[in-house]
């Protein structure tokens, strides 16, 4: 058996090289199906690795507290909130909690202005916590003090896109910007962070909690988030489970009634997205195996009329000796052969196509291949050959000698 | 008598000199009403390391008859024992291995591989014995030698002459160390001289005790043979002795 695909092997090269473009336009089919499954495979996994070191310098286990309000109640006019009064109870409530910081988004304008600059950003009002829980460093002057939000200073710490937009020099520390009406001396410059999946970390101010209370006056509808990160041997599940009942105590809830605040762990953003990548990995990848069938079928085609075309051959290798199987193997491995050597230029053209793409855009995490995708795409159209090898094959191996030989 | 009796009766014929054994051999060919009998009840017996030409005019029969006794083709009725062996109860991997084993067939259009060396044609038949490349390679080379066609190894078919063709066939059919050496018209696509060579080739063959069938429309050169079977029509109407007189 070995020596049959040996030699099979042997002639099928000998075969293929022999008609070196012929082959290739055959397999050509095969060779744009593999490229394409690699390239479209490399780029997501990419982004999903990108994804994933992101998250986890995020800090997998913190988590985020929102007021959550169903579409249904939004149109009877009501509105969930999460208050300081909700903060107050976790913080002296809540079970291994490492630190804890409220954030209060600006809810009428997020407008920001410097001189004859302005811009729009995401302006928020929070704690000295931050830093720590979304784990945000200085790369100039300092972060967001207790003192400042005791005594509601108007101060800002900006991003590097925030710097940018609104050309401030180089080292911001100590000019002065107009938010919603108000003057605020920046205190600090943050370490750039980059994107996540096109959402600039960069784009943000930060202005103490108890100033941006303030500023929007009516505090009976302040509703805030919360985002805290738990202590090294929290278990993430538990803690939820406390928080969210101690919530629903706070918020008089019946046994009957949902949740009005959700509670979201870095982890479950990271999997919400993963599986977004993996549904879009799966429908490309299965619009693309269309396209290995239909080089599948090229390849078919071919090696029908390369049957055709060798008639005489065959005739003559069966006068002296050939039996079926041997012809068999012969035009099988031939058509395994010809898509696999398809399937390998497709692997090297989907990586280089994928490494180019994802490197001529500049947000785009580098392509990876994993392991699994190279070999099913190398499984997949040696199998592809070998499906449609055997329709070809076994009309050859099923000749008759005479007629062979007599075959014009 | 059944067919498994005539086997054993003539696998008793097998053990003495008998090789071929031919009882009532038809091939007919149904071309729309009519029907073309190229074969019409062929009898014949041939003892190991004979030399037996057939001779007879164009469309006689001949290349059909040589097809049936090479087992590349199956009669239409009548019994052919091989070696002992009932050849109509085979399968198709059977005669496959028959063809491979027992019978160097030396083709009236060489039927060669045109993709293949002159060397890659003759090693060809030992594909199929599970043999290695590198002794597959010095076989052929030392069958290729025994034509006298070493200087030509790597040429391709078309890059050669008939005649050496014709002796590239020959050692292809040499190189499996058949029983039966079968040759349609061998000197029909050569010149008196080449042709001389070849026929040179046969008779040293012969001497060192192989079967030879030589299928020929040249009296000359079936007259080199022990006996000439001739046919008309699908039959054999004379099986002399060579040198005996036509008339
Ligand atoms: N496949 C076929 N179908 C129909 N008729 C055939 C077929 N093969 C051979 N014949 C007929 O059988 C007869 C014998 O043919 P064959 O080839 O055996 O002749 P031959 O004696 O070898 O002639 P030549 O000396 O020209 O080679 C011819 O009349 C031919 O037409
Ligand atoms: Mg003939």
């Not at chain 1, 744009?32 to 992101?54: D, H, K, N, P, R």
């Not at chain 2, 091939?27 to 029907?35: R, W």
């Not at chain 2, 060809?124 to 190894?153: H, N």
Request: one cysteine or more; charged letters at 20%; proline letters at 3%.
């Amino acid at each position: 058996m070995f020596y049959v695909i040996f030699e099979s092997t042997r002639s099928a090269l000998i075969s293929i090289f022999a008609h070196g473009l012929r082959s290739f336009l055959t397999t050509l089919g095969i060779v744009i199906g593999v490229a394409s499954v690699i390239a479209v495979v490399s780029l997501t996994q990419g982004m999903s690795a990108f994804i994933g070191e992101s998250f986890s310098s995020l800090g997998s286990n913190s988590l985020t507290i929102q007021s959550y309000t169903p579409i249904a109640e939004q149109m009877r006019g009501v509105r969930a909130r999460l208050t300081p009064e909700d903060l107050e109870l976790i913080e002296r409530r809540g079970e291994s909690i490492a630190s804890i910081t409220p954030i209060l988004y600006a809810n009428r304008t997020s407008q920001i202005r410097y001189a004859a600059q302005t811009t729009f950003s995401q302006i928020m009002g929070t704690t000295y916590a931050y830093s720590e829980v979304s784990q945000s460093y200085m790369l100039l002057g300092r972060f967001i003090a207790e003192s400042d939000n005791l005594t509601r200073r108007r101060v800002a710490v900006i991003g590097e896109k925030v710097r940018e937009d609104l050309a401030l020099p180089e080292n911001p520390v100590n000019e002065y910007v107009e938010l919603g009406g108000e003057w605020f001396k920046i205190i600090g410059l943050l370490e750039p962070k980059g994107d996540i999946m096109g959402f600039n970390q960069d784009d943000i101010v930060l202005v103490p909690y108890s100033t941006m209370v303030s500023l929007q006056g009516n505090q009976a509808r302040t509703d805030i988030q919360i985002q805290l990160s738990l202590s090294e041997d929290a278990d993430v599940e538990d803690v939820t489970r406390q928080l969210t009942a101690l919530l629903r105590n706070a918020h008089d809830l019946g046994p009957d009634e949902d949740d009005d605040f959700v509670i979201n762990t870095a982890e479950q953003l990271m999997e919400t997205f993963d599986t977004i990548i993996n549904m879009v990995t799966l429908v490309i990848g299965g619009i693309v195996s269309i396209s290995l069938l239909v080089g599948g079928i090229g390849i078919m085609n071919i090696m029908l009329v390369s049957v055709t075309e060798r008639t005489r051959e065959i005739g003559i290798c069966k006068a002296v000796g050939a039996k079926r199987h041997h012809i068999l193997a012969q035009f099988l491995i031939e058509a395994m052969l010809l898509s696999l050597l398809g399937g390998l230029i497709g692997l090297a053209l989907g990586y280089g196509l994928g490494t180019a793409i994802s490197s001529s855009i500049d947000s785009f995490p580098p392509a990876s291949i994993p392991l699994w995708a190279i070999a099913l795409a190398l499984g997949f159209s040696g199998f592809v050959g070998v499906l449609f090898g055997i329709l070809p094959a076994a009309k050859a191996a099923n000749l008759d000698p005479i007629d062979a030989l007599r075959y014009e | 008598m059944s067919s498994v009796d005539e086997s054993a009766a003539a696998k008793d014929a097998g053990e003495d000199s008998v090789l071929i054994r031919m009882q009532d051999i038809r091939k007919h060919y149904e071309m729309g009403s009519q029907i073309v009998r190229a074969l019409d009840g062929i009898s014949v017996e041939i003892g190991r390391g004979d030399w037996v030409s057939f001779i007879g005019s164009s469309g006689s029969g001949k290349s059909t008859f040589l097809n049936i006794l090479g087992c590349l083709d199956r009669p239409s009725g009548g019994e052919y024992f091989l070696n002992g062996v009932y050849v109509e109860e085979l399968g198709a991997n059977q005669l496959a291995e028959i063809r491979n084993r027992e019978i160097g067939f030396i083709f009236q259009s060489f039927n060669l591989l045109p993709r293949a060396t002159a060397l890659g044609n003759v090693m060809q038949p030992l594909v199929y014995r599970r043999i290695s490349y590198r002794r597959r390679k010095e076989m052929a080379m030392e069958a290729l030698r025994r034509v006298r066609l070493d200087d030509r190894m790597d040429h391709l078919p078309n890059q050669l002459s008939g005649g050496q063709r014709q002796r590239v066939a020959i050692a292809r059919a040499l190189v499996t160390e058949p029983s039966i050496l079968l040759a349609d018209e061998p000197t029909g696509n050569l010149d008196s001289r080449t042709g001389a060579e070849i026929m040179q080739l046969f008779d040293q063959l012969h001497r060192e005790g192989q079967t030879l069938i030589l299928v020929t429309h040249e009296e000359d050169v079936a007259g080199l043979g022990d006996r000439v079977i001739e046919l008309l029509d699908g039959k054999i109407i004379r099986d002399r002795r060579a040198g005996e007189p036509l008339h």
